[in-house]
Nanobody, 131 residues
Framework: QVQLVESGGDSVQPGGSLRLSCAAP????????MTWFRQAPGKEREGVAT???????????FYTASVKGRFTISLDIAKNTVYLQMADLKPEDTAVYYC?????????????????????WGQGTQVTVST
């Protein structure tokens, strides 16, 4: 059983920054499609950012349009951890953020943001952006 454990959620003011972590003990994140999703109250869960290495061995990273230039996804291979560095946070970024994982062959530029692609999910961490 793969366990994904998110942390780092907090309440911040607009313009602030946070770094979310998703630890996957014993699970090789370097050979996995790792994705951050978020779900705001009353809204559907949406893909935020993904990182994976497909068969041609060039690492791929995608972001949803609303976070491009503000969020950065990265891996710490030694720690089996994926991060989401969030900057210039806006009230509309308020949501529960989830980490998800699946095999890299299941991710591409279209599928990465689809929930059904993922086999494993974390429990979520709350991010609140308000004055």
């Amino acid at each position: 059983q793969v366990q994904l454990v998110e942390s780092g959620g907090d309440s911040v003011q607009p313009g602030g920054s946070l770094r979310l972590s998703c630890a996957a003990p014993g699970y090789p994140v370097v050979s996995t499609c790792m994705t951050w999703f978020r779900q705001a109250p009353g809204k559907e869960r949406e893909g935020v950012a993904t990182i994976y290495t497909p068969r041609h061995w060039t690492r791929e990273i995608f972001y949803t349009a609303s976070v491009k230039g503000r969020f950065t996804i990265s891996l710490d291979i030694a720690k089996n951890t994926v991060y989401l560095q969030m900057a210039d946070l806006k009230p509309e970024d308020t949501a529960v953020y989830y980490c998800a994982a699946t095999g890299p062959w299941r991710c591409n530029s279209d599928s990465w943001s689809q929930q059904y692609v993922y086999d494993y999910w974390g429990q979520g961490t709350q991010v609140t952006v308000s004055t």
